[in-house]
DNA sequence: GTGAAAGCGCTAACAT
DNA sequence: ATGTTAGCGCTTTCAC
């Protein structure tokens, strides 16, 4: 026996508390060699009924569980995907994380997540330990706009999706919506039932959907031929209370907006509560991108541009698979449409002033 | 050199597609020992600037990254927590992963999660699953309501909470709502408010949180003096579609309810939809269990049994690295309050029949 | 301050 | 059908 002093001869497991019993000892009890253990455990064929039969005791016997740490380092895949986005507890991400790891169960992968709250600092420290633990693939809704800390991890074929927003400074997969558009389709639609003056709410300006959401909010003013006043544009933090006084600071201004646009579900759900408070006031049209629960449901329903997230961490995965099963070439860059649904606070006219 | 062929005499390091460069690789170009590249690495002390200079350069040369899978597999120890909960999407558990995330992240650990989708055989492959991967914890939201097959892991010291419901048939740790009580509340607040006949509209009986809850609504009628017909009581799957059907059976009775008690947020949603779309039949009062977003702007507003997901998951997730760090003792129980909080839909009264 | 050797528990390659 | 050996990349131990 060239065994260490693991196991005695009576063949009672090394139990010492914090200590798993390994295939070894599954062998030693089971009296066949390690590698048979290794074929049960893995379900490989060439092990006889009746071996197999005596291995399966020895492994309930000694409550083993193959250790896949080890398996990982010899076999080089880990069969994990890394997921990191801004806050799981918001309710964009839920229906997301979900897709995500529907996708990767269905692959026989393990989904590792991490919030970033919006620091490209955490950002980078989460997506690195990610790639320490050798996770197959990333998909990530970047915090951060330079990725360029990625650069050895993707030479080195860690398979990475970007979601929501595109990598910075290097030319990775991503899978956006049509931010653009659905804001430009928001803002017409405003401007269709005769608002003139309309802010936009939106979310920190170096974030790309922020961005594109604005441009689309310029691009319809514009289309129309209407002016657009520094004080209707409001992008920052998306916390209470900073909507709540770019709000208040658009609606009480001189020559008040008539309708608000804003850039998020985050947002939408602020701005619903000022206008409720503010009940008694001329009513003020609302269109927020994002759909949400329960929209249908106040009065007036919230129009919204309706993004679907699951679709969108679907796509993401699907994709992100389909690189790990080989599929090469250049990155690519999916955009999902929005759609405008109708439910009355974007139908609103403008007040008579 | 006693060195395999990976390297060459130019220092060229090794990159054929989806290889990584080794502590190994990092020495060879940095010109000193697997050690010392293994003391910079981790921070460890003994090391001359000038030595740590030239590895750091090597290890950004090479793009190294440590493998945490070599490193868990020598120390035993893996620095990740595994969840497992019912499911992503819904809100109710947002806010529990992210706190959970949120210890894990202060004690270093990073979180590995999963859905059970509520199937006890898919709940247990997860475990399992986590459990290979060699978790150093568990916090887990159990679908399942025998727990045996953990036994083995526990005995192996991996700290295991429950959170929401306890495990079965096992002795563990558990973290809860006061389910019975928040119910016992909820159907008073009701009987206080002039209802004497109130539906009960839950989760599955097999599920501990719904067994209580029903229980509590019984206590609550009990105390009354009120009876119940099992025409007020329907149990099973949340989705929309038995919800309403149950709902209306309730309502459209010979003798209907007059008001209803929601077991948590899922069918509260669907409840409030219903009753929307009855809004011209008599109003039919209503408490749910579990606060939601919004529930505060719907009209009337929803009065709830509040429970607090965070804290829930804070609680579960630092009794779980007590665990961790050597807190011994038996397995605890941790009930945590419920809040009733009234919006108007829960005093509304009786509509005279 | 630095490095060589052993070994964590598994799988791959090759015996038998 | 089954067993033996080597080694994945790191940390631990101990020697220098």
Redesign the pocket.
């Given at each position: 026996m060239?065994d260490?002093a693991r196991d005695t001869a009576t063949g009672t497991p090394p139990r010492r508390y914090g200590?798993?019993p390994?295939?070894?000892d599954v062998?030693t009890r089971a009296?066949?060699?390690?590698?048979?253990v290794?074929?049960v455990?893995?379900g490989e064929?060439?092990?006889?009924p009746?071996?197999?039969h005596r291995v399966q005791e020895a492994i309930t016997a000694l409550g083993?569980?193959?250790?896949?740490?080890?398996?990982i380092?010899?076999?080089?895949r880990t069969a994990s995907v890394g997921l990191v986005l801004e806050d799981l507890a918001d309710p964009f991400y839920g229906p997301l994380s979900r897709a995500v790891e529907e996708v990767a169960r269905a692959h026989g992968a393990l989904l590792i997540n991490g919030s970033s709250a919006e620091d490209p600092v955490r950002e980078q420290e989460l997506v690195l330990a990610l790639c320490a633990r050798r996770v197959d693939g990333l998909v990530i809704i970047p915090a951060g706009d330079d990725h360029r800390y990625l650069a050895p991890e993707l030479a080195a074929g860690v398979a990475t999706v970007f979601v929501d927003r595109p990598a910075g400074r290097i030319d990775a997969d991503a899978v956006l919506s049509d931010s653009f558009g659905g804001a430009r389709d928001a803002v017409a639609h405003l401007i269709a039932h005769g608002h003139r003056r309309i802010g936009f709410l939106g979310d920190q300006p170096g974030i790309h959907t922020a961005a594109e959401r604005l441009r689309g909010y310029h691009a319809a003013m514009a289309a129309a031929g209407l002016p657009v006043h520094d004080g209707w544009l409001s992008l920052g933090p998306t916390d209470p209370e900073r909507v709540r006084g770019a709000a208040a600071a658009m609606l009480d201004a001189a020559e008040p907006v008539t309708a608000l646009f804003a850039g998020n579900n985050r947002v939408t759900v602020t701005v619903v509560r000022v206008l409720t408070e503010r009940a008694a006031a001329a009513p003020v049209a609302l269109v927020g991108f994002d759909d949400f629960e329960l929209a249908d449901l106040l009065s007036p329903g919230i129009t919204v541009v309706a993004q679907d997230a699951g679709r969108l961490g679907r796509t993401a995965a699907d994709l992100l698979f389909r690189r790990l099963d080989g599929g090469g070439g250049e990155p690519r860059r999916v955009v999902l449409p929005t759609r405008l649904i109708a439910r009355g606070s974007g139908e609103l006219s403008p007040s008579p002033a």
């Open positions: 060239t260490t200590s798993r390994t295939m070894k062998a009296g066949v060699g390690l590698k048979t290794s074929r455990v893995n064929p060439g092990v006889t009746d071996t197999e083993f569980r193959r250790n896949d740490s080890a398996r380092l010899r076999k080089g």
